[in-house]
């Protein structure tokens, strides 16, 4: 089973910036719909933004102009820069992935079968 590992989570300010990455335990795994979700306590698990293979992407629209999701085809690794951080973005951030779709990367938690063990984000007013 591929793992995916994220990194670069951490505690920061509000206003403060921090960047996520994905890499898959197999370099030539590459899904076509990668993404990131994330899980407030008390609050399900939502989907942040998607990025298919070939680069389309969707946001949610609470970080539609905060968050940029990118991807490195080459070095098969995810990223999530999240700029101007809101104490409402803390929340345990995960990247997945959906081996099994072909066609549009939906925002929903259960369209993705790999998933990271996700990587804290707190930030602080």
């Known amino acids: 089973q591929v793992q995916l590992v994220e990194s670069g989570g951490g505690s920061v300010q509000a206003g403060g910036s921090l960047r996520l990455s994905c890499v898959p335990s197999?370099?030539?795994?590459?899904?076509?719909?990668m993404g990131w979700f994330r899980q407030a306590p008390g609050k399900e698990r939502e989907g942040v933004a998607t990025?298919?293979?070939?680069?389309?992407?969707k946001y949610a629209e609470s970080v539609t102009g905060q968050f940029t999701i990118s991807r490195d085809n080459y070095k098969n690794t995810l990223y999530l820069q999240m700029n101007s951080l809101d104490p409402e973005d803390t929340a345990i951030y995960y990247c997945?992935?959906?081996?099994?779709?072909?066609?549009?990367?939906?925002?929903?938690?259960?369209?993705?079968?790999?998933w990271g063990q996700g990587t804290q984000v707190t930030v602080s007013s």
């Open positions: 997945a992935a959906d081996t099994r779709r072909w066609l549009s990367c939906r925002l929903i938690p259960s369209d993705y079968n790999d």
């Open positions: 197999e370099y030539y795994y590459s899904p076509y719909c």
């Open positions: 990025i298919s293979r070939d680069g389309r992407i």
